[in-house]
């Protein structure tokens, strides 16, 4: 049975994809030729799809739809600019994850959104003091609960429940923060 020849043209739409050219035909698993198509998300990301899958509406966006129920598709207005999430993410130095993320809990404004930052921690490393649980002698001193695990060949972890109270102590060893 030799099978129909459907046309799809540049700019035609399915779904979320708009379809930018034909790519190169691959070989499927039984042998046969498919077809596959160069589209362009609306969040402006390019991925190669069959086309049964772009026919059939199996595949309508490339990917980016579940992190967002409300959709990227339309662009998101803030202090009288609008940008798709992929490009304010990348003005504002945060990940595109979070804006869906922000997006998808549905209670939040475009200022909520996009009107914060990423926040920049910077923690000095705090002084651990390692202390034997039957002695109760100091046993070490480390810079931080990072180069107590190196040096100890300890959970870095279980380092870090000691230090916040979540335990009193891990492998026979009270740990605490300096003074």
């Known amino acids: 049975m030799i099978g129909r020849w459907r046309e799809i043209n540049a700019g035609d739409v399915y779904g979320s994809l708009t ?7 691959r070989l499927s698993a039984d042998g046969k030729k ?40 339309k662009p998101i207005e803030y202090n009288g600019e609008a940008h798709y999430a992929p490009e304010w993410a990348e003005m504002l130095g945060i990940s595109v994850n979070t804006i869906y993320t922000r997006m998808y809990r549905g209670d939040l404004t475009p200022e909520e959104i996009l009107g914060f930052k990423k926040i920049e921690y910077k923690t000095a490393p705090q002084h651990i003091i390692q202390i034997d649980k039957k002695t109760g002698d100091v046993v070490a001193e480390y810079s ?32 605490k923060k300096a003074k």
Not at 19 to 25: G, M
């Open 19 to 25: 379809v930018i050219e034909e790519a190169i035909p």
């Open 34 to 73: 498919k077809r596959f198509f160069k589209c362009r998300c609306v969040c402006g990301r390019e991925v190669e799809v069959s086309m049964p899958a772009l026919t059939r509406n199996v595949r309508t966006t490339c990917g980016c739809g579940r992190y967002c129920k409300h959709s990227v598709r």
């Open 144 to 175: 931080s609960a990072t180069e107590a695990a190196k040096a100890t060949g300890f959970n870095y972890y279980c380092i870090c429940a000691c230090l916040r109270g979540d335990s009193k102590s891990s492998r026979g060893f009270i740990w």
